[in-house]
């Protein structure tokens, strides 16, 4: 009998990737689909954290990364060792890690959140009176704490893709750019890209703000983050004016490594089978971090149902 074969992708990989995924979405979308997807093999075209997590939720699956490096910058720049240490000095906080992390950083932690949900998450520990400590990415928890008033402690870890966004740049695109001009970006971007950014939030967050947007389809909007979904914001609304922002004048440019490792040629591979299976977890291993997943999943199930 022939293997059902569930292909995800995220909105960064090209264009003709998501045209091969059953399923494109954003890193929470795609865990859930992962968790209740029926399938003997789930291929996953986006970075290894995310395959992990779909094993995590999905154990029975044999989960395949196109390629084996695929990484992250926010899980290579986070020693889990000193992780451990950094939460023990802490021992009275919280520990919330965005979903950017490696399985053992995730065993570390008491919630997992992904940009989609962290506001809402933070706001709820912080109604409860609780005190939180923040990994991995330090912009996005600097933007949390100056939007909302908190003193998260941070890690100090940065996606080396959002962090190339500048003012400077951004102030000379507007300048050069006629009519009405909007920015968007993702909250992994520096914080004065954030502070300027007439919405911020998640891939599909972005995305949103792009299909609903009622204003002049003569504006220009420029969009900070990964050059993929560009492709999505497209074909939404073809009638408007959507530009990556710079990193640096004349480069509009800016895009994932690891994402886009998932060639065709390397996901045509993994649905036949082959490349990086994520078997390397120990159930205990899995166990401990499908616990704040579980808690995250579950949060947003009742807050966004
Ligand atoms: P989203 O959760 O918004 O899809 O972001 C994932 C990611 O890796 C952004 O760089
Ligand atoms: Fe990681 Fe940044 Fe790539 Fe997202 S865009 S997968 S955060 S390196």
Redesign the pocket.
Known sequence: MSKRVVTLAHY?TQPEIQQMADKVGDSLELSLYAKEANADIIVFAG?RFMAETAKILNPQAEVILPDAGST????TQTDVGALKAWRQRHPDHVHVSYI?SSAEHKALSDWIVTSRNVDDIIAHLYAEGKKVIFSPDRNMGGYLNDQYGYDMPLWSAV????DKFNEAALDEAFAAATGEKYLIAHP?SPLPVLKKADYVGSTSGMLGWVKNFKGDSKSVIFVAT?DGILYNMGLARPDLDLRQAPIYAGCQCNS?P??KMNTIEAVKRAQAGEGLRIDYLTPEQMDAARVPIERMLDFSQRYYA
Do not use: I, P, Q, T
Request: proline share 0%.
């Open positions: 960064y970075v992250c910058s926010l899980v950017n996606c080396e893709v959002h992994e990964e994932c690891y994402m």
